[in-house]
């Protein structure tokens, strides 16, 4: 099982414009069957987050198609460093769909052309809500210019050896997203993905995906498609299934927190989290990807108040025995309750977690994979405005902040109080660092570009009493000395005009008075600093 890093090779996109133009390659229905395999359950394209690690682990869970992690076109076109970095890829690997964001038709072509020997086919990042796509102008926001993004499908479609799909969310207008489906699928999209939210629902206002704009799509399109949204366990993949008429299931947040989805297992964190850094092992990735994969696994668990110490542990591992140091304290502490050796009692609630009641019938122990549940669009609507108005009421209790023995103490001190409990090891008052104090026997930490080895504070009285410059600390007093000098000495030479020597040129006398009277303010300004 050996990995493969995408090659380096350039090619140019005139010398390759008709590589397909007979349209060689499988499209539609047969690209789906006959390529991908059918297709039901698809692993989606996430930042960071997809890599080739989990991507196999993934794909041990029964995923039948996955997606490359989103890779900037302009990056991977131009950055033969980044292109190396980016897509790494083994022959167990298939199917596997890389996706592109950009903003421009040939700068896409020339990305797609190097990633096509190694995938089944392109994808088009169309749903992105993130600010960074709105910076960069891509992904969701280029739904609005249809032209645009006509010109980017066809391009690819007529150029490519392999099909062109794309991944997109909806408008609020049910017609509107309707003929954006057509629209694409006429320009040359072979598989369509469309997630059931709006631009405008993320993060705290993500809320819940609307199946009945994909039905509807599906209704209106003919070529294979996938709908995302809503997707926390097997059952949903089944019922979305039914509703839609769709012809597979993509799920990126779902799996993040539970990779053994599509099996229908609940599998135990401890395990998975193992088994993921077994295949990290093998397919190396940035220590940041696995971090980011165990938070999501343990994410549960580590909303838990007892293990504020786990978390900290994690947060600062930075090689893969300390992850799996983690991992078996994990293991250590909730395998007997697992296992019917203990009985288990509820653990408390980190007080900086916000926790709402739902009303749906799911009560798993921390310890197994499950998924996140985003509090509704309207209870966080109302915690931000019911924050605001406590904010401007001046007739509101002060809240009061007490330490373990009861005593009353500052909301500042109840801070550094939480931090402490969250951080236990961490040593109280010191640095990390090991600073040297200044030479001349104060407690300040030295410069440790100051020429002199003082602090700045004895840095700059010894330049000012002494005459010198220090550019480690940025104290220029001989050089502003010089400088004042320097100019007091103009004004004295052109200052003394006699009858004769007075400038034909009464504009011109105006401008130099003006320069003497703007030096002699400067120099004023200079003296008193």
């Given at each position: 099982?050996?990995?493969?890093?995408?090659?380096?090779?350039?090619?140019?996109?005139?010398?390759?414009?008709?590589v397909?133009?007979?349209?060689?390659?499988?499209?539609?229905?047969?690209?789906?069957?006959?390529?991908?395999?059918?297709?039901?359950?698809?692993?989606?394209p996430?930042?960071?987050q997809?890599?080739?690690?989990w991507?196999?682990?993934?794909?041990?869970?029964?995923?039948?198609?996955?997606?490359?992690?989103?890779?900037?076109?302009n990056?991977?076109?131009?950055?033969?460093?980044?292109?190396?970095?980016?897509?790494?890829?083994?022959s167990?690997?298939?199917?596997?769909?890389?996706?592109?964001?950009?903003?421009?038709?040939?700068?896409?072509?020339e990305?797609?052309?190097?990633?096509?020997?190694?995938?089944?086919?392109?994808?088009?990042?169309?749903?992105?809500?993130?600010?960074?796509?709105?910076?960069?102008h891509?992904?969701a926001?280029?739904?609005d210019?249809?032209?645009?993004?006509?010109?980017?499908?066809?391009t690819?479609?007529?150029?490519?050896?392999v099909?062109?799909?794309?991944?997109?969310?909806?408008?609020?207008?049910?017609?509107?997203?309707?003929?954006?489906?057509?629209m694409?699928e006429?320009?040359g999209?072979?598989?369509?993905?469309?997630?059931?939210r709006?631009?405008?629902?993320?993060g705290?206002?993500?809320?819940?995906?609307?199946?009945?704009?994909?039905?509807?799509?599906?209704?209106?399109?003919?070529?294979?498609?996938?709908?995302?949204?809503?997707?926390?366990?097997?059952?949903?993949v089944?019922?979305?299934?039914?509703?839609?008429?769709?012809?597979?299931?993509?799920?990126?947040?779902?799996?993040?927190?539970?990779?053994?989805?599509?099996?229908?297992?609940?599998?135990?964190?401890?395990?998975v989290?193992?088994?993921?850094?077994?295949?990290?092992?093998?397919?190396?990735?940035?220590?940041?990807?696995?971090?980011?994969?165990?938070?999501?696994?343990?994410?549960?668990i580590?909303n838990l108040?007892?293990?504020?110490?786990?978390?900290?542990?994690?947060?600062?591992?930075?090689?893969?025995?300390?992850?799996?140091?983690?991992?078996?304290k994990?293991?250590?502490?909730?395998?007997?309750?697992?296992?019917?050796?203990k009985?288990?009692?509820?653990?408390e609630?980190?007080p900086s977690?916000?926790i709402?009641?739902?009303?749906?019938?799911?009560?798993?122990?921390?310890?197994?994979?499950?998924?996140?549940?985003?509090?509704?669009?309207?209870?966080?609507?109302?915690?931000v405005?019911?924050?605001?108005?406590?904010?401007?009421?001046?007739?509101?209790?002060?809240?009061?902040?007490y330490?373990?023995?009861?005593?009353?103490?500052?909301?500042?001190?109840?801070?550094?109080?939480?931090r402490?409990?969250?951080?236990?090891?961490?040593?109280?008052?010191?640095?990390?660092?090991?600073?040297?104090?200044?030479?001349?026997?104060?407690?300040?930490?030295?410069?440790?570009?100051?020429?002199?080895?003082?602090?700045?504070?004895?840095?700059?009285?010894?330049?000012?009493?002494?005459?010198?410059?220090?550019?480690?600390?940025?104290?220029?007093?001989?050089?502003?000395?010089a400088?004042?000098?320097?100019?007091?000495?103009?004004?004295?030479?052109?200052?003394a005009?006699?009858?004769?020597?007075?400038?034909?040129?009464?504009?011109?006398?105006?401008?130099?008075?003006?320069?003497?009277?703007e030096?002699?303010?400067?120099?004023?300004?200079?003296?008193?600093?």
């Amino acid at each position: 099982m050996s990995q493969t890093n995408l090659t380096t090779a350039t090619v140019g996109t005139k010398t390759t414009s008709n590589v397909t133009a007979r349209h060689s390659k499988l499209e539609g229905y047969e690209f789906y069957h006959k390529i991908l395999g059918s297709p039901k359950y698809v692993v989606a394209p996430m930042v960071d987050q997809s890599e080739l690690a989990w991507r196999m682990l993934c794909r041990k869970y029964k995923a039948d198609l996955c997606y490359s992690p989103m890779f900037h076109s302009n990056l991977f076109a131009k950055d033969p460093k980044y292109r190396k970095d980016a897509l790494q890829t083994c022959s167990e690997d298939k199917p596997l769909i890389i996706q592109f964001c950009g903003n421009d038709a040939e700068t896409i072509l020339e990305a797609a052309f190097l990633a096509q020997d190694y995938c089944e086919a392109i994808d088009i990042n169309l749903g992105c809500p993130q600010a960074i796509a709105k910076r960069g102008h891509y992904g969701a926001f280029l739904q609005d210019d249809w032209h645009l993004l006509n010109e980017i499908v066809k391009t690819l479609h007529s150029n490519l050896k392999v099909p062109v799909t794309c991944k997109i969310r909806i408008f609020e207008d049910r017609d509107k997203t309707i003929r954006y489906a057509q629209m694409l699928e006429k320009a040359g999209c072979q598989l369509l993905t469309v997630h059931g939210r709006t631009r405008e629902q993320k993060g705290p206002l993500t809320g819940v995906a609307d199946w009945s704009y994909i039905r509807e799509i599906r209704e209106n399109i003919k070529i294979p498609m996938f709908a995302n949204g809503n997707i926390m366990d097997l059952k949903d993949v089944q019922r979305c299934l039914d509703e839609t008429g769709v012809d597979g299931i993509m799920t990126a947040e779902g799996n993040l927190h539970n990779p053994a989805l599509f099996t229908g297992q609940t599998a135990k964190t401890w395990f998975v989290a193992a088994e993921y850094l077994d295949y990290a092992q093998r397919y190396p990735c940035p220590i940041s990807y696995i971090r980011g994969h165990l938070f999501k696994i343990f994410h549960h668990i580590f909303n838990l108040r007892p293990n504020a110490n786990l978390r900290e542990e994690l947060a600062v591992a930075n090689g893969l025995e300390k992850f799996r140091r983690v991992v078996q304290k994990v293991q250590q502490k909730y395998e007997p309750y697992h296992e019917g050796l203990k009985p288990y009692g509820k653990e408390e609630i980190d007080p900086s977690v916000l926790i709402e009641e739902h009303e749906y019938n799911m009560c798993l122990p921390p310890w197994l994979c499950q998924p996140y549940v985003r509090l509704p669009p309207e209870i966080h609507k109302q915690v931000v405005s019911e924050k605001a108005r406590l904010a401007e009421d001046p007739s509101r209790d002060k809240r009061q902040y007490y330490d373990n023995e009861g005593k009353e103490i500052s909301r500042k001190r109840m801070k550094k109080l939480r931090r402490r409990f969250r951080r236990p090891d961490k040593p109280e008052g010191k640095h990390d660092r090991h600073l040297e104090n200044c030479h001349h026997c104060c407690c300040n930490p030295l410069g440790f570009k100051c020429v002199f080895r003082l602090c700045r504070i004895c840095c700059r009285d010894r330049c000012y009493s002494e005459n010198f410059d220090c550019l480690g600390h940025g104290i220029l007093i001989k050089s502003r000395r010089a400088k004042a000098k320097l100019y007091e000495e103009i004004p004295r030479k052109d200052s003394a005009f006699t009858e004769d020597q007075k400038p034909e040129d009464g504009l011109e006398h105006c401008k130099r008075a003006n320069q003497e009277e703007e030096l002699r303010d400067a120099l004023e300004l200079i003296r008193q600093s």
